[in-house]
């Protein structure tokens, strides 16, 4: 009924139809949401593998394993949703242009996120990252804005692609 009202009134009122590209029309798009999750990945990792090196695990430790395996999984998911959105609400055929590959690119990181998720092995949390910078790379690219490769100040200490702002 409330769908019939609606209609009855566009069809009265005549409004102007708007559209927008995403679901808020912010136009702000980052791809450092992803990296810092691919980084929580791999610090997760490192952190179940001091526990794993530990031997026999009590109570409390197990419980901590609990929740850094909660935690990995919930930011390899969070990678996936970042760079989603953005490939999917930021990139159009002009992106897709500058920066053919990144279809493939979206992929691998969608299928490695998923890797981090059933696996403890650092390599998979690493070769995430790698991805993720890529495509940041890649991002900042259909911008016109230059990036940089620095090691992120906090652990797990691994290269991260930056981008190099003027003020």
């Known amino acids: 009924m409330m769908h019939t ?6 069809a009265l009122f005549q409004f102007q139809t708007v559209s927008a590209h995403c679901d808020v029309p912010c136009g702000i798009y980052d791809p ?7 980084l929580t990945v791999i610090r997760m990792l490192d952190l179940i593998q001091e526990l794993a090196d ?12 609990s929740r850094l395996v909660s935690q990995k999984e919930i930011h390899a998911d969070k990678v996936k949703e970042e ?5 999917g609400d930021y990139f159009k055929e002009a992106q897709f242009n500058q920066v053919p590959g990144i279809h493939a690119l979206t992929h691998k990181i969608m299928m490695q996120a998923s890797k981090c998720r059933q696996s403890i092995d650092q390599e998979n949390g690493i070769e995430l990252l790698i991805l993720v910078n890529q ?3 890649r991002f900042w690219a259909t911008k016109e804005v230059k990036t940089k490769e620095s090691i ?9 692609i ?6």
């Open 83 to 87: 760079i989603r959105i953005i490939w």
């Open 152 to 160: 992120c100040p906090y652990p797990p200490s691994q290269p991260v």
């Open 32 to 38: 450092s949401t992803a990296q810092i999750a691919s």
């Open 162 to 167: 930056y981008p190099v702002l003027n003020s």
């Open 54 to 65: 530990k031997g026999d695990l009590n109570l409390s430790d197990q419980a901590r394993l």
């Open 135 to 137: 495509f940041a790379e």
């Open 5 to 10: 009202i609606l209609k009855s009134m566009d």
